[in-house]
């Protein structure tokens, strides 16, 4: 039986949490195969030998990719992609994990039904740390969202990237669109990010209001850990916000330009960002950024502030709003 969809899974030092992430596929069911691969970026704690264990007992179905050395997420994602035998591929990296048995079947049944449907991806909960679903958090996709879109579930990939941030490991695509990405995608401040605006310009993306899985923060080594260690450092959270904007700019050049006022307006919370952090707050308050501004709530208002004025005081307020 042919193999419809490859499930592509990172590791790095997730002893923790990456039996979660491999129960939560294997106790998939579905009408079709699936086959797990995991990138084990050669870990120095007992991540690999756990997933050797679930290989040894699975052996039809897990595959692990690795090396001698190790290849940092980026490439480790990249060679999974080029393992990978499936025409969709779905993503549940290390930390995270999918807590709906049918999540697969729900996506498969309806990319297949609609062959234009490049991306698909639903809601998740948000846990912190080692905690479990029954301690989760709220949905990461909130209907008070200004983009989220209340009248359908689909989405172009401007709209796409106004709507911000949605969980990695809901995506499933259709494999052939990032087979051979675009160079810019390899650099990419967020590897993610590029890869569902790719995907999805070449058809559309279909959004799944149900939390069929968890998104995990707080953990050691990820990219959020490291940029929380950023925190305060202006210099960096400048060139982070760049790497948006040049993400942005990249991907609206090879999009022949078809969503650019949608990009241009993703572009502005980053833009307006770095002119509060370079200190250029008269240019941040003129005419062009005034609909920006409009737009936030008095909550949304504090953060930005917060980012710009106090940004460690604010990292220390939401850490003890959590613990309470």
Known sequence: MTVLVSVNCITY????????????????ITDFQYELLIGEDC?????LQIVEEYAKEYPDKIRIIT???????RQNSVRLQRESKGKYIAICEGDDYWIDPYKLQKQVDYMEANPTCTLCFHNAFLVRGAKKEEEKKPSLIKKSNLYYNKAKSNYNAGELALLGFIPTSSFIYRREFMDHPPEWYYTAVVGDN???LITTSHGY??????????????VKNSMMDKWKKEEGQKEKQIARNQGYIELLDNFNRYSNYIYDNQIKKAKVPFEVLNLGLSGNRKRMKSEEYKEYFSSLNRKERFIFAGNIYFPKSLSMLVRLKSFL
């Open 205 to 218: 993306a279909h959004f799944i209001d149900d939390n069929l899985g968890v998104y995990r923060i707080e």
């Open 67 to 73: 090396s001698e050395r190790n290849v940092g997420a």
């Open 43 to 47: 870990s120095t704690d007992s991540t």
């Open 13 to 28: 030092n997730q002893e923790a949490y990456i039996r979660d992430a491999i129960e939560s596929v294997l106790m998939q």
């Open 194 to 196: 590029a890869l569902k």
